[in-house]
T-cell receptor, first 113, second 115 residues
Framework: KNQVEQSPQSLIILEGKNCTLQ??????????LRWYKQDTGRGPVSLTI?????NTKSNGRYTATLDADTKQSSLHITASQLSDSASYIC????????????FGSGTRLLVRP | GAGVSQSPSNKVTEKGKDVELRCDPI?????LYWYRQRLGQGLEFLIY????????KSGLPSDRFSAERTGESVSTLTIQRTQQEDSAVYLC?????????????FGEGSWLTVV
């Protein structure tokens, strides 16, 4: 069964600190992996998209990594800001159904002053 | 428009009533998706449109749920005889053909509460 699992479920850090969120998936055949940020009460906003051949991709203070062999991804947030408080969702697509996004449950990040 | 637009943003309805949720995708996007998000849970796939055809309706929870799309434009998700378990945020998204690398843009969602 195609699944996406994220850890930790929630995380609290102090403003200015770095953090890393994890994503493991069992989706096959793999097409691409996306990280989305979802503020409370809002729709998800795309941060990064990575295909099989990509190991890392950055978007400002966000850096995503992908290890397609171990089926793991991480999202690293550098120098966190209060506005980073949100849910971060790992989303994977399979090659045979690339339109059907498979969502993880997300990691709820709270950045405190 | 600049982004995916959904209406209504909030809807409270009585159990047993029908509701219609509307999605205006980004202009030029041929692919349109509907997802459901229950409180505190991840997004569940409902249906995918390519143009005005729906090659995958497998996520629709029951025959009370239906969706249609006019050309490569507006889509409507209809829930008949609503039940309390239908309470959720219904998110619409659109994109160019969903090959690897194409960004999928989400709307802000329609919050449905069935009382």
């Amino acid at each position: 069964k195609n699944q996406v699992e994220q850890s930790p479920q929630s995380l609290i850090i102090l403003e200015g600190k770095n953090c890393t969120l994890q994503c493991n998936y069992t989706v096959s055949p793999f097409s691409n992996l996306r990280w989305y940020k979802q503020d409370t009460g809002r729709g998800p906003v795309s941060l990064t998209i990575m295909t099989f051949s990509e190991n890392t991709k950055s978007n400002g203070r966000y850096t995503a990594t992908l290890d397609a062999d171990t089926k793991q991804s991480s999202l690293h947030i550098t120098a966190s800001q209060l506005s980073d408080s949100a849910s971060y969702i790992c989303v994977v697509s399979a090659m045979d159904s690339s339109y059907k996004l498979i969502f993880g449950s997300g990691t709820r990040l709270l950045v405190r002053p | 428009g600049a982004g995916v637009s959904q209406s209504p943003s909030n809807k409270v309805t009585e159990k047993g009533k029908d509701v219609e949720l509307r999605c205006d995708p980004i202009s030029g996007h041929t692919a349109l998706y509907w997802y459901r998000q229950r409180l505190g849970q991840g997004l569940e796939f409902l249906i995918y449109f390519q143009g005005n055809s729906a090659p995958d309706k497998s996520g629709l929870p029951s025959d009370r749920f239906s969706a249609e799309r006019t050309g490569e434009s507006v889509s409507t998700l209809t829930i008949q005889r609503t039940q309390q378990e239908d309470s959720a945020v219904y998110l619409c998204a659109s994109s160019h053909p969903p090959i690897s690398g194409n960004t999928i843009y989400f709307g802000e969602g329609s919050w449905l509460t069935v009382v």
